[in-house]
């Protein structure tokens, strides 16, 4: 199945002012279930001002070449030293789509997949790295394609479970690409 490419115009998005979470993460939750099967997905948010180098469109780019965000072995992710004790790729949520219909488990404090990951990344985000992100990039994989990442020293002090349960590996490392299903731009 070649990768959907979405774009939502969500010009209201904006971090001077606090979110409305719902309004906005329905708008482009709305578009994903129009867009995508019913299934099992696993969802990267990315903000592009972690990427000032690079447009939008170059971005998205490189996801669609390499599978992933991952383009430059040189660079730490975000809590880096609180993950680092897992075999993981990527830090990501997971949803379902039934119906037609995003479906939540109960880690979400939002009634919108995407209002969850505004709210986490207006508010939350302020614990870890110091400043709010605007959620520009959404990058969606087959389910069935990863792995939940395992603690590498099982004596190791592990993050906490909601964030442990976050963390995932590529079954197929060399072809990263071929779980990708989807890429949402959340337009300016």
Do not use: W
């Amino acid at each position: 199945m070649a990768t959907k490419i979405i774009e939502v115009h969500v010009l209201e998005y904006r971090l001077n002012t606090k979110p409305d979470y719902f309004s906005i993460g329905r708008k482009v939750d709305a578009e994903i279930e129009k867009s995508l099967p019913n299934g099992r997905y696993v969802c990267r948010a990315i903000g592009k001002d972690d990427h000032p180098d690079l447009s939008l469109n170059e971005f998205v780019e490189i996801v669609l070449k390499l599978g992933t965000d991952k383009y430059d072995p040189k660079r730490k992710e975000v809590c880096f030293e609180g993950f680092c004790m897992y075999d993981h790729d990527i830090q990501a949520g997971s949803f379902d789509i039934k119906n037609h219909k995003i479906i939540l488990d109960d880690s979400y404090e939002c009634p919108s997949m995407f209002g969850d990951i505004v709210k986490k990344f207006y508010e939350n985000v302020l614990l870890d790295r110091g400043y709010r992100v605007r959620i520009d990039v959404l990058i969606i994989y087959n389910a069935n394609k990863l792995l939940r990442a395992k603690k590498i020293d099982q004596k190791a002090e592990g993050a906490r479970p909601e964030l442990e349960k976050c963390l995932y590996k590529f079954k197929d490392p060399e072809h990263k690409q071929d779980a990708l299903v989807g890429i949402v731009k959340i337009l300016r």
